[in-house]
């Protein structure tokens, strides 16, 4: 008897246990989740349930689940917004576990299901105090599954199968429970292992298994492959039946003496195999499993058969599966906690920025860590001392959908008492002289001569005691000449008139008749391929500016100002992507975007990633910055809460 039949011969208790288990977890996770893509994640046996309950979801109809290693959820990368998560792990007490569940919150998933059987494995304590997750322990007869998972696979495919029927259109209930419970004594049963001994006796861990199965079998097929790996019983290929013959056949005409081919097939593949069975050469060892239907139910079984093949190649290869021997090093691989600090190293910020940065796709600077240069920079924010703050408006000071109303009164009180306490402050904006009306009512008139205003992207400045419309900048005229060229193209939508400024033409997306369309339009202008305008872009707006309008300008202009050439000024604004309004402010030195990051790992950064944006993070920012007399204001890094 060895380690691994003793754990199946005692598997239907397991089984038993689980069908008088309460199981509302996961039929109010898979409810909640009935219109949102899922991801599931588990390594080793926990990567078979993962792919089972991708099954179960897709025989409910449920929108697509996507199953992945937690190395694969850690580095994904993509934001998880109103997507679910489900974690899948025995003991819950591993350091990848650990990993996937700090990125799944730290992408910003809808929620998090733990499905274990330890609630007190470190993981699975943890997610039982947050709010977006829900942890579901499972019941098992014997708590070590040993070197396979033998009862918590059991447990968690039982749990899924049960729970997912209360979500079908007409639930079966109890007597579900018991067809499996028998289904399980047989395919478990002394006369069906015995059966299965015979069928795999000439298997030689000399040679090679082609597992080729039925797409709906694939729980059951990557059980085998990963035990016949994880256990050295012997090689193994899997795919299924198609790209098998897409060329991986040519390994059975070169070892046909040492290649032995299982099939798993389903009704509806049943004639795709035989097709290729018949082709085969005659002599050739090949295996058999048909599965019926290949629906959640049989699945299931199909998955404790496939326990059955793991226990008879082992008695023919003479390895034990539950006890298979490993290298000194195994315990320093499995602990290992790489993954896990890689997971903790990537903020929201990180994670923004390597969106961006895998958009833009630049070449070289693969040696260069995201997260290192991420803690640089956010070393550097909280180092400095800030003697100036440059601020775009639109999109930062208020939101784009309420640029029209007047800045929070909480932006307005930290403005006040920033510039109150020796911080020069100045205004970078898209807009005219509107921006300036709209804070001199808003502002105490005291700070008006203090605070720098730069129009039309930094085109015209002047102080924000200065109305623009008393002391208006001359008109240039390549911006004439460019509103003549849109007039004469027929740009706008109906109805909607062109504004022509005297140093900028402000097209909000609202006027354009087509705003995907325009920017190559436009790129087709005189004045733009003769380079004596460019275009910029906002949220909101695309802006026509001469060639050496540069919001940088209000940023030099504020540092003269100051009166120190090294003075450290911080540039906060929006739109830091490649041609948008705030990109080149963004990429200096002290640059902070309250949205859109640039693709560039030394440009632009956000603090918060996607989970604070516009005015709300400005406002963190601002608050945060504490004025140290006769040195400016630093960033307390405790204050931007930026683990939230």
């Known amino acids: 008897m060895t380690v691994f039949s003793n754990k199946l011969d005692h598997l239907p208790d397991t089984a038993a246990m689980v069908v008088d288990a309460n199981l509302k977890e996961i039929v109010d996770a898979l409810r909640r989740g009935r219109d949102r893509i899922a991801i599931a994640v588990g390594s080793g046996g926990s990567a078979v349930v993962a792919e089972y309950f991708a099954h179960c979801r897709s025989t409910l109809s449920l929108p697509p689940t996507i199953v992945q290693t937690p190395m694969e959820l850690v ?63 499972l019941p098992v007869a014997d708590p070590k599954d040993g070197f396979l998972a033998t009862h918590s696979m059991m447990a968690m495919v039982a749990g899924l199968l049960f729970a997912s029927d209360a979500l079908a259109a007409r639930p079966i209930g109890r007597p579900l429970r018991d067809r499996f419970l028998s ?10 292992r015995r059966a299965i001994r015979a069928r795999f006796a000439g298997v030689s861990n000399e040679g090679t298994l082609l597992l080729l199965h039925d797409p709906q079998l694939k729980a059951a097929g990557v059980l085998v492959e990963t035990s016949l790996w994880e256990t050295a019983l012997c090689a193994v290929q899997r795919t299924d039946f198609r790209n098998f013959a897409h060329g991986r056949h040519v390994w059975l005409a070169k070892r046909p003496d040492k290649s032995t081919v299982l099939a798993l097939t389903a009704s509806e593949s049943r004639e795709v195999w035989e097709a290729i069975d018949g082709s085969l050469p005659a002599g050739l060892r090949r295996i058999t499993v048909n599965a019926g239907l290949a629906g959640r139910f049989s699945n299931a079984v199909a998955v404790m058969e496939g326990l059955a093949v793991v226990e008879a190649i082992g008695l023919a290869v003479g390895i034990d599966p539950g006890r298979p021997g490993v290298g000194d090093y195994a315990k320093a691989i499995y602990e290992d906690p790489a993954l896990q600090d890689v997971s903790d190293h990537l903020s929201p910020a990180v994670r923004h920025k390597r969106i961006a940065l895998l958009e833009h796709d630049t070449a070289g600077g693969g040696a260069v860590s995201i997260c290192a240069t991420g803690r640089r920079r956010l070393g550097d924010l909280t180092q400095a001392r800030f003697r100036g703050i440059v601020l775009d ?3 930062t000071v208020v939101a784009t959908e309420a640029r029209l109303q007047p800045p929070d009164g909480a932006i307005l009180d930290e403005l006040s008492r920033l510039i109150d306490g020796g911080i020069h402050v100045a205004i970078a904006t898209g807009r005219g ?37 008393e002391d208006p900048p001359e008109a240039d005229p390549d911006i004439w000449s460019m509103a003549d060229w849109l007039t004469e193209k027929g740009v706008l939508a109906p109805g909607r008139e062109l504004k022509r400024g005297p140093m900028q033409i402000t097209l909000n997306h609202s006027d354009l008749l087509d705003p995907a369309v325009f920017p190559f339009l436009i790129a087709q202008s005189p004045p733009v391929q003769k380079g004596r305008v460019r275009v910029l872009s906002s949220h909101h707006s695309f802006d026509i500016v001469r060639r050496d309008t540069s919001k940088t300008q209000v940023t030099r202009m504020l540092v003269e100002r100051i009166g120190d050439p090294s003075a450290a000024v911080l540039n906060i604004g929006d739109s830091g992507a490649p041609g948008e309004n705030d990109h080149e402010l963004l990429s200096l030195e002290y640059g902070i975007s309250v949205d859109s990051v640039c693709g560039d790992l030394d440009g632009c950064w956000s603090l918060f990633g996607e989970r604070l944006k516009g005015p709300p993070a400005l406002l963190r920012i601002l608050s945060s910055m504490r004025i140290d007399d006769g040195e400016g204001a630093r960033l307390d890094g405790s204050a931007l809460r930026l683990d939230e």
């Open 75 to 137: 580095l994904g990368g993509g934001s998880l917004a109103g997507q679910d998560v489900w974690l899948f792990s025995a003991g819950a007490n591993n350091p990848d576990i650990a990993a996937a569940l700090q990125a799944a919150l730290a992408s910003d998933a809808a929620s998090v299901t733990l499905l274990t059987v330890r609630g007190d494995g470190a993981t699975a304590l943890r997610a039982a105090t947050l709010d977006r997750c829900r942890v579901q322990v």
């Open 183 to 192: 289904a399980v004594a047989t395919a478990l049963g002394d006369e069906n």
């Open 393 to 395: 408006y639109d999109g």
């Open 433 to 469: 002289g509107s921006a300036g009306e709209m804070l001199r009512n808003a502002l105490p008139p005291r700070t008006h001569p203090l605070v720098i205003m730069g129009y039309y992207n930094g085109a015209y400045i002047r102080t924000l005691d200065v109305d623009i419309r």
